[in-house]
């Protein structure tokens, strides 16, 4: 089979396609043929080397947070299903031996790379939602909109009756955060109707705050998927009493708060420690975020798809963020 391996830290050239052995399944494990494999922008920062205490890898090792695919026939039954594998797990690979207990059906009419695209991005999505609260007449500011999981959580908000303004940077992104509102086939850019964004923001420009202040007055959520000083100007925008949520790294760590500042107005702050899910919390939201796709309520906007054996390619377009959406590996 084919698969892709890590011999040294390093840039995106460092995963390698190789041939390997069929892994063979350990008591409780089950094959699973890969149809595509989820892609984090953490992978990138584990590769390189910085993933730290917090996400340690011995080399070499296989990369692959979660993948989608089938049970092939004869074991039980061929099942759809849906799987998280953790920072090493492998797969990036044709065919990954995982736990059969991590198994999650996929329902009918969801593609491989659509549950797949929710396997992290939905569940955190979902999880952020229960946590900030987000109502009905909330002004919302969702940074790195035009992310993965920042599409998901426009719509969530919009869903939830708010008013939402999108802000990423350059006019690819911008114009894809624009086509969220606009018809389109399921599943592709422009697909979500009347879960679009009402204003978008590019935050590359120097004065973005300003633009979001004049359209909606201050916010009352800001769900911070970008980071950094992004995150620290969008603080800036809560009005007392509102919620920040600081859960993305991209621009450079997550987004600093000062505890009297933010106690001083009156706002909950509170960071990706608070979406750090059990397993069986997780299969739940995962569960629900795949129900929600089915019925037309979630749709991930996957701006890119890679075959395997450029995963590379794939890993420099997340790093030069240039990627809208999701990235998505296919496995023939």
Not at 4 to 18: A, D, M, Y
Not at 217 to 224: E, H, N, P, S, Y
Not at 241 to 246: E, K, L, P
Request: no cysteine.
């Amino acid at each position: 089979m084919k698969a892709i391996e890590v011999t040294r830290f390093g840039g995106p050239e460092v995963l390698e396609p190789r041939a390997v052995p069929d892994p063979v399944p350990g008591e409780g494990e089950v094959l699973v043929d890969v149809e595509a494999a989820d892609t984090l922008w953490l992978e990138t920062l584990v590769r390189s080397g910085g993933g730290g205490a917090y996400f340690p890898v011995t080399l070499p090792y296989r990369p692959g947070v979660g993948i989608a695919g089938t049970v092939p026939a004869g074991t039980k039954s061929r099942r759809r299903v849906v799987a998280r594998l953790g920072h090493a797990g492998g797969g990036y690979a044709t065919r990954v031996a995982v736990p059969e207990a991590a198994l999650v059906d996929v329902p009918d009419g969801v593609d491989a790379r659509t549950a797949v695209a929710v396997l992290h991005d939905g569940v955190t999505a979902l999880a952020l939602m229960d946590v900030v609260k987000v109502v009905a007449g909330d002004r919302v500011l969702v940074t790195a909109a035009a992310g993965g999981m920042g599409a998901l959580l426009v719509q969530a908000a919009k869903a939830a009756g708010a008013t939402v303004v999108a802000a990423a940077r350059g006019a690819a992104k911008l114009d894809a955060l624009r086509g969220l509102g606009a018809p389109g086939p399921l599943g592709s850019l422009g697909s979500l109707g009347s879960l679009g964004p009402d204003v978008v923001v590019d935050y590359g420009v120097a004065d973005w705050t300003d633009t979001v202040w004049e359209a909606v007055g201050g916010v009352d959520v800001v769900l911070d998927g970008a980071g950094g000083d992004y995150g620290r100007a969008a603080f800036d925008l809560v009005v007392e009493g509102g919620r920040f949520s600081a859960h993305g790294t991209p621009a450079g760590g997550f987004a600093t708060v000062d505890p009297e500042v933010a106690r001083s107005r009156g706002i909950t702050a509170t960071g990706i420690g608070s979406v750090q899910l059990d397993p069986d919390r997780f299969r739940a939201y995962l569960v629900r975020a795949l129900r929600d796709v089915a019925e037309g309520r979630f749709t991930p906007l996957i701006g890119q798809t890679f075959p395997l054996e450029r995963a590379a390619d794939a890993h420099a377009a997340i790093e030069s963020r240039t990627a809208i959406g999701k990235t998505v590996l296919t496995v023939a």
